[in-house]
């Protein structure tokens, strides 16, 4: 007897060709959790375990032809990862829309870990203004939720950002404080998370790498976890320790950040 297809989770973000980040990172991180990765890419990427060098938008047109080939499978969660053009914004919203009801997890990759841009500033007012109503959870580090949040750059209140994006009818913001600590937590990383109801935060200990793919991983994990018909905040606090364990089992390239190691034997998930 064949097994049932496990949850179907629709993952719209960029190929990384290294496999830390994007696609790759995406649905293994899935299939780690439970779920089965569907892919459409919105952006091919040239970039290395340092830094991006170009990011080519995906053909909009070429993105909804995909998802009609694969609408008839029963989708039960929703990854969006990298969005690079206005075009390809639209045709992310436009699937979305395709399945309502449809919890939607979305992970604003906005700069590379090298620091190259992957963004602009009209870009990011598109994202907040018209995508973030289909959102249940967003997942920024601290620089992304700065970056979204330009009427609060006068303080350093994360709190402030992240309810100045639910006021725009985001559900939820899940906080990671990997990439800029807060004051007293420098052993340490902070995950907030953000919603009308409450507020809930969960600690973990700071390996001392870098790593390339992170956010991807913790991401598309929340959807996987989601899809399988957890409560987000369970799928938040599962999510967390599937991350925790592929970084801390992470592999080391001959140069570069981390990469990831999502294999279920290596995260004992």
């Not at 598109?126 to 997942?139: C, F, G, K, M």
């Not at 994360?158 to 990997?178: E, F, H, I, P």
């Amino acid at each position: 007897m064949r097994q049932p297809l496990p949850p179907v989770v629709l993952v719209l973000a960029g190929h990384d060709p290294t496999g830390g980040a994007g696609l790759i990172a995406d649905s293994e991180s899935i299939a780690a959790c439970g779920g089965w990765a569907v892919t459409i890419p919105t952006a091919f990427t040239i970039q290395n375990c340092h830094n991006v060098v170009r990011v080519v938008p995906t053909d909009a047109a070429l993105m909804g032809q995909m998802v009609d080939e694969i609408a008839m499978m029963p989708v039960a969660a929703i990854k969006l990862g990298l969005i690079s053009s206005a075009s390809t914004l639209q045709a992310a919203i436009a699937i979305i829309r395709r399945f309502p009801g449809v919890p939607v997890v979305a992970d604003p990759v906005l700069k590379a870990g090298g620091g190259t841009e992957l963004s602009t500033p009209e870009l990011r007012q598109q994202y907040r203004d018209q995508l973030l109503a289909h959102v249940d959870i967003l997942t920024p580090n601290r620089a992304e939720l700065a970056m979204l949040t330009p009427e609060c750059q006068t303080t350093d209140d994360d709190t402030a950002r992240a309810v100045a994006l639910l006021s725009l009818g985001c559900q939820a913001v899940l906080v990671s404080a990997t990439d800029d600590p807060l004051p007293g937590t420098d052993d340490q990383v902070q995950l907030t998370l953000h919603s009308p109801d409450n507020t809930r935060q969960w600690q973990w200990p700071r390996l001392p790498e870098q790593f390339h793919g992170s956010g991807c991983t913790l991401s598309s994990a929340i959807a996987a976890r989601l899809a399988v018909g957890e409560r987000l905040l369970t799928a938040c606090e599962q999510a967390q320790h599937y991350t925790w364990q592929s970084l801390s089992h992470g592999y080391q390239p001959a140069s570069g950040q981390c990469l990831p190691n999502r294999t279920p034997r290596a995260s004992r998930f």
